[in-house]
């Protein structure tokens, strides 16, 4: 069993920056790929980033390329998601995954373990 736990999300000016961190339980964290969704109110949980068990490859969807960074330290059983030039589009829920298995994916059923969640919200 998996236990994931997000943690900075909160209320931040459009153009400003976030780090969201996640952190996870168990001794097989390092072998698991990791992703970051979101789901704004009256909306579908969508993809935002994932990144592979050794960081060797990432994804992203195209509404954060180039403003997001996701990334891993399998020392510290944590991954990140680095926000920079928030939107006021970018308001949501974001939500931790992690599926056990080496390679990424972009779909939410193809993730195994969930955190709760953290709320962001840009205000413009």
């Known amino acids: 069993q998996v236990q994931l736990v997000e943690y900075g999300g909160g209320l931040v000016q459009a153009e400003g920056s976030l780090r969201l961190s996640c952190a996870a339980s168990?001794?097989?964290?390092?072998?698991?790929?990791m992703g970051w969704f979101r789901q704004a109110p009256g909306k579908e949980r969508e993809f935002v980033a994932a990144?592979?068990?050794?960081?060797?490859?990432?994804d992203y969807a195209d509404s954060v390329k180039g403003r997001f960074t996701i990334s891993r330290d399998n020392a510290k059983n944590t991954v990140y998601l680095q926000m920079n030039s928030l939107k006021p589009e970018d308001t949501a829920i974001y939500y931790c995954a992690a599926r056990t298995t080496y390679f990424i994916s972009r779909y939410t059923s193809e993730y195994d373990y969930w955190g709760r969640g953290t709320q962001v919200t840009v205000s413009s």
């Open positions: 990144i592979t068990w050794n960081s060797g490859r990432t």
């Open positions: 168990g001794r097989t964290f390092s072998s698991y790929s």
